[in-house]
């Protein structure tokens, strides 16, 4: 089963040279998950100050800077991997360097037929 572990931190919970080093560690993890054949993807996300989000009403767009909602935590990055089942997810999120300042969300994927890649 595909799952997505979404990296939620405060911005300021590294310091430059932490967050180096972190993408050191994850792309150590990511190695070890493609060496077991559980990797799909994973790349960390620019400042939510180069974020932009809409939503569309009544077929009108409206769009507005940075994430839409007001949270403490901001979403940094992502893991999609292949589990066998939750918990082996949950030890591979904890795995995950931002699980020790942040939260990890881990969510089922919806393998919908027809999309690429499917």
Do not use: W
Not at 7 to 14: D, G
Not at 15 to 34: D, F, G, I, K, N
Not at 104 to 114: F, L, N, S, Y
């Amino acid at each position: 089963m595909k799952y997505v572990l979404l990296i939620y931190s405060e911005e300021s919970a590294f310091s430059e040279a932490e967050r180096e080093h972190c993408y050191v560690e994850s792309t150590q993890l990511a190695q070890e998950l493609h060496a077991n054949g559980q990797f799909l993807s994973t790349a960390p996300l620019h400042p939510i100050t180069t974020a932009t989000s809409i939503r569309v009403r009544d077929g009108k767009r409206f769009i507005t800077d940075g994430p839409f909602a007001e949270t403490r935590e901001q979403l940094g990055g992502f893991f999609l991997i292949n589990a066998k089942d939750l918990d082996e997810a949950i030890d591979i999120a904890a795995r995950i360097p931002g699980a020790r300042v942040g939260t990890v969300e881990i969510r089922p994927v919806i393998e919908v037929m027809g999309l690429p890649g499917n």
